[in-house]
Nanobody
Framework: QVQLVESGGGLVQPGGSLRLSCAAS????????MGWYRQAPGKQRELVAT???????NYADSVKGRFTISRDNAKNTVYLQMNSLKPENTAVYYC?????????WGQGTQVTVSS
């Protein structure tokens, strides 16, 4: 069973950048599509970006041109580079397979964009 641990969040000013990492305890090579999700207070979890095993990516319209997802199958890690951050990007960010089904959700990493 794959376990997922997200890291890299923090407090950043509007316009700033963060790089999130998602380390999997098992191999993610067999997982075709991995994704980054986020959940803002009072809102449902939403899919932000996905990446296939071959490296094809897809993004929510709200983050296109600002966020970049990548994966290192050898390191069992998925990344999310976030640039030009906005206050509305404040949320807990999670990674998981593009489900359903999903692996057990990690604890997520908090991203707060505020001046």
């Amino acid at each position: 069973q794959v376990q997922l641990v997200e890291s890299g969040g923090g407090l950043v000013q509007p316009g700033g950048s963060l790089r999130l990492s998602c380390a999997a305890s098992g191999s993610i090579f067999s997982i075709n599509t991995m994704g980054w999700y986020r959940q803002a207070p009072g809102k449902q979890r939403e899919l932000v970006a996905t990446i296939t095993r071959a490296g094809s990516t897809n993004y929510a319209d709200s983050v296109k041109g600002r966020f970049t997802i990548s994966r290192d199958n050898a390191k069992n890690t998925v990344y999310l580079q976030m640039n030009s951050l906005k206050p509305e990007n404040t949320a807990v960010y999670y990674c998981n397979a593009e489900g359903p089904p999903y692996y057990p959700w990690g604890q997520g990493t908090q991203v707060t964009v505020s001046s």
